[in-house]
């Protein structure tokens, strides 16, 4: 099956992630003027964060949403390095969503024990309305690396348990690409140099973790206009 990708260019960085968060906010509208509830699968890293300080500040019905963790480290709650204690110190902490709607990954439980506990709780939530994805520089996407189970045929399960991580921490836990290819909507955030190579792979055709996430309505990717270049010939910002 050919995978569908609407790539969009972006000079700025801030730029990028304002048009990423009226994305998330528009995306949010319809869910809930059509269904009256918004599910939304977060990602981790630095482009992520800056679209999550501009979400703290955004007018929207809060106690519709859902939130959902593409990937966690298995690390204590409080670190800084988990996916869930970034976004809560750069959004979550600052607006009324209900408790019970902030679904994260228990990581300190290790990689086992909270893929299956996270199983069990995406086991009533249908399609997510829209599942927000980065890009590593060797093409992996949440925490499914290359040469790694990504979990692609539809039998696969919600949630993989990760021991052996190319990046620290070794343990993590990361949706399947068939659970993130559950969606209404799927965005990649992609900004850096370091990210040239993965992006031309991906454009390429190649098999990398990112081209696995297909979901129905295809994916949208929001990248710095230079890693559409070749790599030998940046335009000058």
Known sequence: ?????RWH??????????GACEY????????IHERGQFHLVLAGGRTPRGIYQRLATAETDWSAWHIYFGDERCLPPIDMARNSRMAADAWLDGVPIPPAQL???P????AFQAALNYTDTLQSVGEFDLV??????DGHTASLFPGHEWGTTPGSPDTLAVFDAPKAPAQRVSMSAARLSR?????FVVWGESKHGAVALWRGGKEIPAQA???????DILVQSALLLPQTGYARQ
């Not at 099956?1 to 990708?5: A, K, T």
Request: aromatic content about 2%; glycine content about 12%; charged content about 15%.
């Open 132 to 137: 927000l994805l980065g890009l590593g520089e």
């Open 9 to 18: 260019a972006w000079h700025d960085l801030q730029a990028l992630q304002q």
């Open 183 to 187: 969606a209404r909507q799927v965005m």
């Open 103 to 105: 679904h994260v990954i």
């Open 213 to 219: 996430i297909r979901p129905k309505t295809g994916v």
């Open 107 to 110: 990581g300190e439980l290790g």
């Open 1 to 5: 099956m050919n995978q569908l990708r």
């Open 24 to 31: 998330v906010i528009g995306s949010a509208a319809r869910a």
